[in-house]
């Protein structure tokens, strides 16, 4: 059981998709972080991150960690926003066998597991296919 | 620096030790290679593991087996660095022995994964990727090297056939050493249609949770003939590289960068290139990182790893033979032992002690551990003195 701190802190980043881009050669970091990767700058600018992308790869999980076991299998991939940021996300509302590489997603605000019977509540993004799911509108 | 050789190896039977503590499999295997060495002192000790912590609840290892060692109050060092601890720890030994600091080193790796259920080891090892931004996702290694499988597949047209091929070499291979944990050969039919972990990796895609420990015992070149009666196997080439923690963050989900770096540097050192290697022993913690990683060190042009697996070329009978002992796919993968177990049966092949999977004429030996998804890359290159 992780204490709460460690789930608060990163908020801005899993319920409000904050990245950081960086003031001085424009690349993008989610998370944030204090050195730019592309060119070691320390001044950045806040950056809400493109709601949709395309798929890159995926697979489904069925034999699950700890803390999953309940919701194997779950389909989960990593996708490119139109915005250049490469994530990764539980793929959510579709049967994983109509995966395929570059299919449109979008990312939601879901709920993606509790800590034991009266743990804390871990919320944070899956992605859904463009062309199915429900939507609505990605935090800004 | 000076020139550094090996002249002694050790290793248990590998598996599934209920009987045997974590400081027990340890102590056995370093004072094997001690005895194989001739030599009853070290002035140093690495022990590479990964998670002593999560399997058996004990850190302080450097100490805990400096101890059990029985040498009186020597250094002892444990290197984490996930699934590569145990090459980098052998890579510190090297350093040691290199830089004049001490002349006679134990490298050594540990992993005692059987204390705990599965769930808790998937986790365990889960700990090598991004926490925050990977796993708070549910995504297992498994899963990690299924992406990497699909971008893969994707971008090269490389087969479940082709990924296969790896694991049935690998158990052939494995099949000949008495020390592996899994000796049984498997069909591609079997491979294929076993229990699905993480699409497309079936169960026999993967290696194995294992306990176990290696050890390797480190000279100065010059000294080898004077301090231990075996016949020394240099180590030429020592890397290191790194790359992103997570997966998502790299350009390219289909190339291992940190060993494409770590091969550059190692074979400018040796003065050799992937056409001059007798044989490698590569890290194949998943059949798609095999296939990655000969992509990576040039044994293969990039995107035809499965096919050239598939070619019967990297076979024990081929011209490059990759993963002689069985890899870790066979012969089992104790995170933090796997890279010293690697060295061990490359200080083996080229003193030409490997029986009926002995490779013929060894010459020139490659190891590659790394650790993650390729975060972390560790190749040495070993020669017959």
Known sequence: ?140 | MREVAVVGVGMNRWGELWEQSHRRIWTEAALEALSDAGVDRVEAMYVGCMSGGLFTGQEHLGALLADELAMGPIPGTRVESACASGGLAFRQAYLAVASGAHDVVLATGVEKMTDVDGAAATYALSTAADQEYECYHGLTFPGLYALMARAHMHRYGTTERQLAAVAVKNHRNGHRNPLAQYRDEVTLDQVMGATMVADPLTVLHCSPITDGAAAAVLVPLDMAKRLSPRPPVRVVASAHATDTIALHDRADLARLASTEKAAEIAYRQAGIGPSDLSFAEVHDCFTIAEVMVVEALGIADRGKGGALAESGYTALDGRLPVNPSGGLKSKGHPVGATGVAQVREAVMQLRGECGDRQVKDAKWGLTQNMGGTGASSVVHIFRRA
């Open chain 1, 1 to 140: 059981m992780n204490g709460s701190a460690r789930y608060w802190r990163e908020i801005p980043q899993r319920y409000r998709l904050e990245a950081a881009k960086c003031d001085g050669c424009g690349r993008i970091a989610f998370p944030p972080r204090v050195l730019c990767p592309g060119c070691r700058g320390r001044k950045f600018s806040k950056h809400v991150l493109a709601p949709e992308g395309r798929l890159e790869s995926f697979t489904v999980i069925r034999v699950a960690p700890s803390g999953f076991s309940d919701l194997a299998p779950y389909a989960v991939g990593i996708v490119t926003l139109d915005d250049g940021v490469k994530l990764t996300a539980q793929v959510a509302d579709c049967d994983p066998a109509t995966l395929a590489v570059g299919r449109r997603m979008r990312i939601e605000f879901r709920r993606l597991r509790q800590e034991g019977e009266s743990g804390i509540l871990c919320y944070g993004y899956k992605v859904v296919p463009v062309d199915r799911g429900i939507g609505v509108p990605a935090a800004t």
